[in-house]
């Protein structure tokens, strides 16, 4: 793994009004890792997730991709830069199939094709560049199947599939675990860890058990603001993690269990 960060943020924060939902946050997110971004309820994990997406502008601060500063970039235009954003809550086509879903991803990558001569050997190519990427996420026996009609998980795991098929270099999951049975959670592990090497996650979730499993490193966010980044055996053994979540001195049971 390079050394090389392929996400920095600097001094980031955002107000609103007298509330600092986030402040003066700096971490890296090095060339490759897995990485992820912890904190209790209210700690501005969201929001901070919303400013490196470009989905909310910094009240002050920056964010560099690969060495490029994109704080004035908007959402979409750091998506065509490799930034790219899975969602909370599903945006997906529910109606259109699994196959479809991701061909769109794939023809958004490469431009709308002028020539009409030309549509049946770029539907060629778009089918078996989406069929790999199912493949790749183990639903291709779910390709002909519409997205209404998957199991919750499964939707993630599309979703997944569709932000891959646009080429990212820098993969961003907001909550992926959110709703999935422990089962689906445990499939999705395998999943994050099965991504090309050449794509850096970033990842906000709060099902600690799949962080562990998954992040070679972690932030914590407390109260708006970075408290520590560092490997998960770090994170696990920190007092000031432990008590950022519990708010009290026995700490002894958070994290025992270890990655699940």
Do not use: C
């Amino acid at each position: 793994m390079s050394d090389q960060a392929a996400l920095r943020v600097e001094g980031l924060s955002r107000h609103f009004g007298s509330l600092k939902a986030v402040e003066d946050v700096s971490f890296e997110v090095r060339q490759g890792s897995r990485h992820a971004v912890i904190g209790p309820n209210g700690a501005g994990k969201s929001t901070l997730f919303a400013l490196v997406a470009g989905a909310l502008r910094a009240t002050s601060g920056r964010v560099w991709l690969r060495g490029d500063d994109v704080t004035s970039l908007s959402e979409h235009a750091r998506a065509r830069r490799g930034l790219v954003r899975t969602f909370q809550h599903s945006s997906l086509f529910l109606t259109a199939t699994a196959r479809e879903n991701v061909m769109l991803a794939v023809q958004r990558r490469h431009g709308v094709q002028a020539q009409p001569w030309r549509a049946v050997a770029r539907r060629r190519v778009l089918v078996a560049e989406a069929d790999a990427v199912l493949e790749q996420l183990f639903l291709h026996h779910r390709a002909g199947q519409t997205a209404g009609a998957l199991s919750h998980g499964e939707r993630r795991q599309l979703e997944v599939a569709v932000a891959l098929a646009t080429s990212p270099s820098v993969l961003l999951l907001d909550e992926p675990a959110a709703g999935m049975s422990h089962a689906d959670t445990q499939a999705f592990q395998e999943i994050v860890l099965g991504l090309p090497s050449d794509v850096t996650v970033l990842l906000v979730e709060h099902d600690l058990d799949l962080v562990f499993g998954v992040a070679d490193q972690v932030t914590v966010m407390q109260l708006g603001q970075h408290l520590l980044t560092g490997p998960p055996e770090e994170v696990r053994a920190s007092d000031a993690v432990q008590k950022a979540y519990l708010g009290a001195e026995d700490t002894s049971e958070l994290f025992l269990e270890g990655p699940g």
